[in-house]
């Protein structure tokens, strides 16, 4: 393992995911440096895509979009390509990137499914219905789940779907979380049907006089969620134990986001939701009983109606 590799990795993680790196903690040495690696990578890609550095924009929106666009994404396949061909790989968060598909043998389709996901936000894809929105969160967040549990060495396609569903749940809170902000960007994942039935226009989402009915339509996201949180709980069972206490920890400080998003109503994008590390501490200890609980259980079977990723 190449420890400069990890430390860059390790650097990412503390800067662009807090919530992420305080469960990322609990795994075990080898698992957690893949699992951070796997995100750095992640990251990168974002970024790569949105012309940022963490998150945070260093080009002006509209360099965004087009040609430009296209051409990075374009790039990040081919590296993805190479990478999976064995070639040597300069940049960093390749070559970590690479480390990890090789040492827990993740198949080239999930990378390239991420790359589609974000393909969705360069071609400003409209989404119309519920299940567009349950799409692209699989292709930016349901395969990341996907891939962490082959690092966590699952490979059972019914506990995929499972860590795919917690990928949903995620990618649903976040949305709930960043509307405004996303808007900024010119981007709403929010279903066109369900803004329509709000009296909302398509071009307004971010007006402060929207907010009212633009909270019940967080809180719609946020129970939906619910069932995918449920489903990805009865995963656990089947991670080793350090993992499943760092997934459900993971579980718990993402689900709580949303329920404060619902909380604040309105007021939900006054400033960014996050949690306390008093908060943090509370998550975790609930985390260590869940995965404890979790040992031995055989878990209810996957609701037939929640959305079913590709196979």
């Given at each position: 393992?190449n420890?400069?590799?990890?430390?860059?990795?390790?650097r990412?993680?503390?800067?662009?995911?807090?919530?992420?790196?305080?469960?990322?903690?609990?795994f075990?040495?080898?698992?957690r440096?893949?699992?951070?690696?796997?995100?750095?990578?992640?990251?990168?890609?974002?970024?790569?895509?949105?012309?940022?550095?963490?998150?945070f924009?260093?080009?002006?929106?509209?360099?965004?979009?087009?040609?430009?666009g296209?051409q990075?994404?374009?790039?990040?396949?081919?590296?993805t390509?190479?990478?999976?061909?064995?070639?040597?790989?300069?940049e960093?968060?390749?070559?970590a990137?690479?480390?990890?598909?090789?040492?827990?043998?993740?198949?080239?389709?999930?990378?390239l499914?991420h790359?589609a996901?974000f393909?969705?936000?360069?071609d400003?894809?409209?989404?119309?219905?519920?299940?567009?929105?349950?799409?692209y969160?699989?292709g930016?967040?349901g395969?990341?789940?996907?891939?962490?549990?082959?690092?966590m060495?699952?490979k059972?396609?019914?506990?995929?779907?499972?860590?795919?569903?917690l990928?949903?749940?995620?990618?649903?809170t976040?949305i709930?979380?960043?509307?405004v902000?996303?808007?900024?960007?010119?981007?709403?994942?929010?279903?066109?049907e369900?803004?329509?039935?709000?009296?909302?226009?398509?071009?307004?989402?971010?007006?402060?006089?929207?907010?009212?009915?633009?909270?019940?339509?967080?809180?719609?996201?946020?129970?939906a969620?619910?069932?995918?949180?449920a489903?990805?709980?009865?995963?656990?069972?089947?991670?080793?134990?350090?993992?499943a206490w760092?997934?459900?920890?993971?579980?718990?400080?993402y689900?709580?986001?949303?329920?404060?998003?619902?909380?604040?109503?309105p007021?939900a994008?006054?400033r960014?939701v996050?949690?306390?590390?008093?908060?943090?501490?509370r998550?975790?200890?609930?985390?260590?009983?869940?995965?404890?609980?979790?040992r031995?259980?055989t878990?209810a079977?996957?609701?037939?109606?929640l959305?079913?990723?590709?196979?």
């Amino acid at each position: 393992m190449n420890e400069t590799l990890a430390a860059h990795a390790d650097r990412t993680i503390q800067a662009g995911s807090k919530s992420f790196a305080t469960a990322a903690k609990l795994f075990d040495l080898a698992t957690r440096r893949s699992a951070v690696m796997l995100y750095a990578w992640c990251r990168h890609c974002d970024d790569v895509v949105d012309g940022q550095s963490l998150g945070f924009a260093d080009e002006p929106s509209d360099a965004r979009h087009g040609m430009e666009g296209r051409q990075r994404l374009a790039e990040l396949r081919d590296l993805t390509r190479r990478a999976y061909a064995g070639e040597a790989m300069s940049e960093p968060a390749f070559a970590a990137f690479q480390d990890v598909i090789q040492r827990h043998a993740i198949p080239e389709r999930y990378p390239l499914e991420h790359l589609a996901g974000f393909a969705m936000d360069v071609d400003e894809t409209r989404y119309v219905s519920f299940d567009d929105t349950l799409r692209y969160c699989y292709g930016v967040a349901g395969v990341v789940g996907i891939m962490m549990a082959h690092i966590m060495g699952v490979k059972e396609e019914a506990t995929l779907d499972r860590a795919c569903d917690l990928g949903l749940a995620f990618q649903l809170t976040n949305i709930a979380r960043d509307i405004v902000e996303d808007a900024g960007m010119n981007r709403c994942y929010l279903p066109a049907e369900w803004l329509r039935e709000a009296g909302i226009p398509e071009g307004e989402v971010a007006d402060p006089a929207h907010r009212p009915a633009l909270a019940r339509l967080a809180a719609r996201l946020v129970d939906a969620a619910e069932p995918y949180y449920a489903s990805a709980r009865g995963g656990l069972s089947a991670l080793p134990l350090r993992s499943a206490w760092a997934i459900a920890t993971a579980h718990g400080v993402y689900r709580e986001i949303g329920i404060k998003v619902k909380r604040r109503g309105p007021h939900a994008w006054d400033r960014r939701v996050s949690t306390g590390k008093a908060e943090k501490v509370r998550l975790l200890a609930q985390g260590a009983r869940m995965a404890v609980t979790s040992r031995g259980e055989t878990p209810a079977p996957r609701p037939a109606s929640l959305w079913q990723r590709p196979r």
